[in-house]
């Protein structure tokens, strides 16, 4: 079993940052790719951003491209997200998740995942 623990949500206004964590701890995985996610209330939860093993390959949603940055240390087992010029429409449930790699996968797809941390909340005042 994989746990995925978020930390550094908050309250920021708009055009601040804020910088999430996911740490991943249990059992030993290599090669995995690391998905950001977010769910405000009433949406389906949507794809924000994900990364491959090596960092060598990310995707990024349109709508926080050149904002949102995803990176990790794979020493540490820990993903970041580190989100400025964030807006109002950012307020969101910020999920982890972590995709074992299969040929075929669509990384955008919330139903790729394998396991999901239980979210930080992301609140951007105007």
């Known amino acids: 079993q994989v746990q995925l623990v978020e930390s550094g949500g908050g309250l920021v206004q708009a055009g601040g940052s804020l910088r999430l964590s996911c740490a991943a701890s249990?059992?030993?995985?290599?090669?995995?790719?690391m998905g950001w996610f977010r769910q405000a209330p009433g949406k389906e939860r949507e794809f924000v951003a994900a990364?491959?093993?090596?960092?060598?390959?990310?995707l990024y949603a349109d709508s926080v491209l050149g904002r949102f940055t995803i990176s990790r240390d794979n020493a540490k087992n820990t993903v970041y997200l580190q989100m400025n010029s964030l807006k109002p429409e950012d307020t969101s449930v910020y999920y982890c998740?972590?995709?074992?790699?299969?040929?075929?996968?669509?990384?955008?797809?919330?139903?790729?995942?394998?396991?999901w941390g239980q979210g930080t909340q992301v609140t951007v005042s105007s």
């Open positions: 998740a972590l995709h074992l790699v299969r040929t075929g996968s669509n990384l955008e797809r919330p139903d790729e995942y394998d396991y």
């Open positions: 990364i491959s093993w090596s960092g060598g390959s990310i």
């Open positions: 249990g059992r030993t995985l290599s090669r995995y790719v």
